[in-house]
C-alpha cells in the first residue's frame, strides 16, 4: 500500500470503515489503522507551506516482520500473499509480538482474545475477490494506493515509479513494505 499522505484532510473515513468492515468498535483508539498528526518543527516548512500533515498509521507489513520472530507460539505467520497474519488458536496474549512491533501496529482484540492488525482486508473484501480494502475504498481524498506490487502494471507499482517516496523507520531493518509518497 501506498499513501498520498498530503492529501489526507482527515475526515478519517478509513478508520470507520475498517472497523465496520473489521468488526471493531468505532471508538477503539489505534485499532487496525489510525490517522496521527506528526509533530512537525516551522523550521522544515518554507514560507506559504501548509504545516499540518496526517499521517496514515497501520501495520506497515514488513518483510523481515519482528512480530512474526517475537512470538514465541509460531502464531505468527505469513500468507501466500505476503501478508501477516494470525492462528488465532494459537494466540496465547504474551504480548511478544505487541512488543517487538516498532510501528504500534499490533493491538489486543478484548473480544476474541488476541493480538490483531491490519491484514488489508484479507479475510473479508480480497476474500470476497474484492480489488481495494475498506479503508482506500472509503477515503474520499485517494489518499492510498493498493495492489500487487509484483505486478508492474498494477496501480501501486506505476505510481512507485513515477514518484518519490519514504518509509517509515528503516533503521530497524524490518524492510517495510508500506511507502509515503513524496
Not at 20 to 35: F, P, Q, S, T, V
Request: proline share 5%.
Amino acid at each position: 500500500m501506498a499513501f498520498d499522505y498530503k492529501l489526507c484532510i482527515n475526515c478519517r473515513a478509513c478508520e470507520v470503515a475498517c472497523k465496520e468492515e473489521n468488526g471493531i468498535l468505532l471508538g477503539a483508539d489505534k485499532h487496525r489503522l489510525w490517522i496521527e498528526h506528526p509533530d512537525l518543527d516551522a523550521e522544515d516548512f518554507k514560507p506559504g507551506e501548509s504545516v499540518v500533515n496526517f499521517m496514515q498509521m497501520q501495520c506497515q507489513e514488513c518483510e523481515n516482520a519482528p512480530c512474526l520472530e517475537a512470538c514465541p507460539n509460531e502464531a505468527i505467520y505469513r500468507d501466500p500473499n505476503g501478508i501477516v497474519r494470525l492462528h488465532e488458536e494459537k494466540c496465547d496474549l504474551t504480548l511478544e509480538c505487541v512488543k517487538a512491533c516498532p510501528y504500534n501496529a499490533r493491538y489486543i482484540d478484548h473480544k476474541k482474545r488476541i493480538t490483531d492488525k491490519c491484514i488489508f482486508c484479507a479475510d473479508t473484501r480480497l476474500a470476497r475477490g474484492e480489488k481495494t480494502t475498506a479503508c482506500q475504498a472509503s477515503c474520499p481524498a485517494k489518499v492510498r494506493y493498493f495492489g500487487d506490487l509484483d505486478d508492474p502494471r498494477s496501480e501501486i507499482s506505476i505510481i512507485l515509479q513515477e514518484r518519490e517516496y519514504f518509509q517509515l523507520k528503516t533503521e530497524k531493518g524490518t524492510k517495510p513494505r508500506l511507502y509515503y509518497l513524496k
